[in-house]
Nanobody, 124 residues
């Protein structure tokens, strides 16, 4: 079992920045990839970024390339999503997820564990 807890969401103006954190606990040795997804009202869950548990591979959706950076702190079992130049269309609930089966990182179906989500609201 892997437990995930997100934090760092909030309200920010367009052009601002936020850093989301995801603390992982439990059987973290079983994790291959950690991902961030988001879901806006009335829309499906969307891939944002992912990082291998070793930290040597990173994946980004086109929507966040050049603005978002995913990283992890090995000592803390924490994954971060630094979001810069935020836009109103980035408004969503952001979820972190853990994949223990080495599936494609951009597909939500491949993830086994999910956090509760953290709200990000970008005002125009």
């Amino acid at each position: 079992q892997v437990e995930l807890v997100e934090s760092g969401g909030g309200l920010v103006q367009s052009g601002g920045s936020l850093r989301l954190s995801c603390d992982a606990s439990g059987r973290t040795s079983s994790i291959y990839v950690m991902g961030w997804f988001r879901q806006a009202p009335g829309k499906g869950r969307e891939f944002v970024a992912a990082i291998s548990w070793s930290g040597n591979r990173r994946y980004y959706a086109d929507s966040g390339k050049g603005r978002f950076t995913i990283s992890r702190d090995n000592a803390k079992n924490t994954v971060y999503l630094q979001m810069n130049s935020l836009k109103p269309e980035d408004t969503a609930v952001y979820y972190c997820a853990a994949d223990t089966s080495s599936s494609s990182p951009e597909y939500s179906d491949g993830y086994d564990y999910w956090g509760q989500g953290t709200q990000v609201t970008v005002s125009s």
